[in-house]
């Protein structure tokens, strides 16, 4: 069961704590879940409705994308739960808007195994170009390495890494009042 929603002030957005109860309690991906996470312009309309509650036109807008296209992908993320309807509202010019916000349910999933390659890489690519959106300026860290570590070694990196992302999405309700920050972590075999 989802937590009451908490006010983002600087939007006036809606944003709820995650629905598993604790921290690290990620679950598996349903069949419905991985396939509305399979598709770039699925991931950046849930992080696009994670900071503000936004109508398709909104949405539409944002990506550069035509207003149809969008209510697909809409629906898409509705029918897997990712994605809810928020309260209606007067938009500026006085017609009732019907935004939508982000469930930060995604964060709770395990990735799914055995994806084909265009829904493994449809973060990336989304990710790709939340940051050409936001522009250079806009990165607060950047680290590329290469490591040599042992099965047991990239699974440690794994739950510590996870242990501190966790720990930060938990207690986000206390930071509502600064600037949001995303991110990508991929950690890789690297093949010569």
Wanted: glycine share 6%; charged share 30%.
């Amino acid at each position: 069961m989802d937590e009451p929603a908490t006010p983002v002030d600087s939007s006036g957005a809606q944003r709820r704590l995650p629905d598993t109860g604790r921290p690290g309690d990620h679950r598996e991906t349903t069949m419905r879940e991985a396939k509305a996470l399979a598709h770039p312009v699925r991931l950046r309309i849930l992080r696009l409705c994670w900071t503000q509650e936004l109508t398709n036109k909104q949405l539409a807008d944002r990506l550069d994308r035509d207003p149809g296209t969008v209510l697909y992908h809409v629906r898409q993320l509705l029918d897997a739960g990712l994605l809810e309807q928020a309260p209606a509202r007067n938009g500026d010019s006085g017609a009732l808007e019907k935004p939508y916000r982000s469930k930060p349910r995604s964060w709770w999933l395990k990735d799914s195994e055995g994806v084909d390659m265009a829904a493994a890489f449809a973060p990336i690519d989304a990710f790709q170009e939340e940051l050409r959106a936001a522009g250079p300026d806009a990165v607060r860290t950047f680290a590329r390495f290469a490591l040599h570590l042992s099965p047991e070694q990239a699974a440690e990196l794994d739950r510590r890494i996870f242990a501190i992302l966790d720990e930060y999405l938990t207690t986000d309700d206390q930071r509502l009042d600064q600037p949001a920050y995303g991110g990508l972590v991929v950690l890789h075999k690297i093949v010569d």
